[in-house]
Nanobody, 124 residues
């Protein structure tokens, strides 16, 4: 299983970025997929997730209404569209593949496979 995250960069507050997570060795529509982030000196935290069945989506309260997780089954890629970015969104963003059966989408312990991360920096 390989997860290749990309799309990070430097953006001004209020701007937008779209992160991509290209998967190999798995079919993203058959597993839960999530995005997490880790800011310097802080613990890794949940951002968004999409279920395998039905594609229900989940968001952390701090990004709800600004971020959108989606999936392109043809490209086997998961996206995180980030709008209205704030300086506090600055972090390394990771995509992750969930277990076959997931009790919760927001717990990082439910994700055994992780990509390498992509850095998002939001300037004020």
């Amino acid at each position: 299983v390989q997860l290749q995250a990309s799309g990070g960069g430097l953006v001004q507050a209020g701007g937008s970025l779209r992160l991509s997570c290209a998967a190999s060795g798995l079919i993203v529509s058959t597993v839960g997929m999530g995005w997490f982030r880790q800011a310097p000196g802080k613990e890794r935290e949940f951002v968004a997730a999409i279920r395998r069945s039905g594609g229900s989506t989940y968001y952390a309260d701090v990004v709800k209404g600004r971020f959108t997780i989606s999936r392109d089954d043809f490209k086997n890629t998961v996206y995180l569209q980030m709008n209205s970015l704030k300086p506090e969104d600055t972090a390394v963003y990771y995509c992750a593949r969930g277990r076959a059966l997931m009790a919760t989408m927001a717990d990082l312990r439910e994700y055994p496979y992780w990509g390498q991360g992509t850095l998002v920096t939001v300037s004020s």
